[in-house]
């Protein structure tokens, strides 16, 4: 089962929000380093069922249902100046990972200005997480 990548299966609201953000965040300086991506959009119980039981999630796509299943939520990823994908398991390491952790801190700041909820404020942080 791939990852639904499609931005045009997120509510229109969210879909709106999410190009603004995208918009304001390439108007960045950061952006010259990190550009931003979409890496997941909506899920099926079965795939938020996974990512429970990996201990990524809360919600086990049953009981407790995710917002990307019913396409109010997106995450994001960062690639480098090559294409290259940034996948850090602490994104907000400031002493280890400065730039890309201002990346996410800039992107979750841009988030929150649009309303969105941002997953890098939650207990178990998810930065790359946003959702309405
Ligand atoms: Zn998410």
């Known amino acids: ?7 045009q299966n997120a509510v229109p609201e969210l879909r709106l929000a999410y ?6 965040y390439n108007s960045k300086w950061i952006s010259r380093f990190y550009s931003l ?5 909506t899920r099926t119980a079965k795939e938020q069922k996974v990512l429970f039981m990996l201990g990524r999630s809360y919600c086990d796509g049953y009981k407790k249902k995710s917002k990307h299943q019913i396409g109010k939520a997106i995450d994001i990823f960062f ?10 398991g602490k994104p907000l390491d400031f002493v280890r990972y400065p730039r890309v952790s201002l990346a996410y801190w800039i992107f979750g700041g841009i ?7 941002w997953g890098g404020s939650w ?3 998810d ?3 946003i959702q309405i």
């Open 1 to 7: 089962m791939s990852k639904d990548r499609n931005l």
């Open 123 to 125: 207990n178990m942080r």
């Open 111 to 117: 988030a929150k200005n649009h309303g969105l909820t």
């Open 127 to 129: 930065y790359g997480h």
């Open 79 to 88: 690639t480098g100046k090559k294409g290259r994908a940034i996948w850090s």
């Open 19 to 24: 190009n603004a953000i995208l918009d304001k």
């Open 37 to 41: 991506n979409i890496d997941y959009v």
